[in-house]
């Protein structure tokens, strides 16, 4: 058996954090933070131990948005050696969905993937196997 996919969830929005929670629990272990300014905290921590394959990243949340908080982290990795390549896999969630605020959060992020929300979970499944992070069948 595989080891399950260390997620941090990201959302200001209690219900989808608990929703994309749910949907992950047959292949993900997850933590789960409020704001960006928590997941920007919560990935420093990650960097020493075994760290995060994905971030899912809503984008509009108080204190700090999902495009600074992404921003940060690529910043921190980029401090630490970690090539674009080789830095964790951020999966921008927005309500949004415009061509232009697609395009924005991929570039703003630097992000694998974008989820329009509601996520619903075979669009997650899809896009978590279309990464090479999950098997097709889960």
Do not use: W
């Amino acid at each position: 058996m595989t080891q399950p996919l260390r997620c941090l969830v990201v959302d200001d929005d209690e219900l989808s954090r608990e929703m994309l929670v749910a949907m992950l629990a047959d292949c993900a272990v997850c933590d789960v933070v409020c704001n960006g300014k928590e997941a920007v905290e919560r990935f420093a921590k990650s960097l020493t131990s075994i760290g995060y394959d994905v971030i899912f990243l809503d984008i509009l949340m108080p204190e700090m948005d999902g495009h600074e908080a992404s921003r940060i982290i690529r910043q921190m990795e980029q401090e630490r050696g970690i090539s674009p390549d080789r830095g964790v896999n951020i999966v921008v969630l927005t309500s949004l969905n415009t061509p232009d605020d697609i395009i924005q959060s991929y570039m703003s992020a630097q992000s694998a993937a974008h989820l329009i929300k509601p996520v619903k979970p075979e669009k997650l499944k899809k896009t978590l196997h279309r990464m090479g992070l999950i098997p097709e069948e889960v």
